[in-house]
């Protein structure tokens, strides 16, 4: 999809803070690699997660988007360890209910439209 794109989604969208906090969470799964998304989608959440940098959470502070920037660049061992607890953390203070009505949100509004369908694999 690209960057612009999603930056458009954005634009357009009125996301809250919890989206904000989803998006993240997302992000920490990915990096976890407990993320069931095809490739294309993890990319375009990656995207969506950078096109949000900057726009306050409920639930996360800055720590956490400081932590992923570094993971994102380089993780080692002991830094793969601390995106895992992040990680739990996230899926612990966001209810199923509300992760899930997110990502349906984010399909029901466009923002996998025109991509390549991938099944999400078990």
Request: proline share 3%; with cysteine; glycine share 6%.
């Amino acid at each position: 999809m690209g960057a612009a794109p999603v930056t458009a989604w954005v634009a357009v969208h009125s996301l809250t803070a919890s989206d904000v906090d989803c998006a993240t969470a997302v992000m920490l799964k990915i990096l976890d690699g407990k993320c069931k998304m095809g490739g294309v989608e993890k990319a375009v959440m990656a995207e969506l997660y950078d096109a949000l940098e900057g726009r306050p959470g409920q639930r996360f502070d800055d720590s956490f988007h400081a932590l992923i920037a570094s993971a994102r660049r380089q993780a080692d061992e002991a830094l793969k360890n601390v995106i895992y607890e992040k990680r739990v953390l996230a899926e612990t203070a966001i209810s199923r209910p509300v992760m899930k009505a997110f990502k349906a949100m984010i399909r029901a509004e466009g923002l996998f439209a025109g991509l390549p369908a991938e099944e999400e694999t078990a």
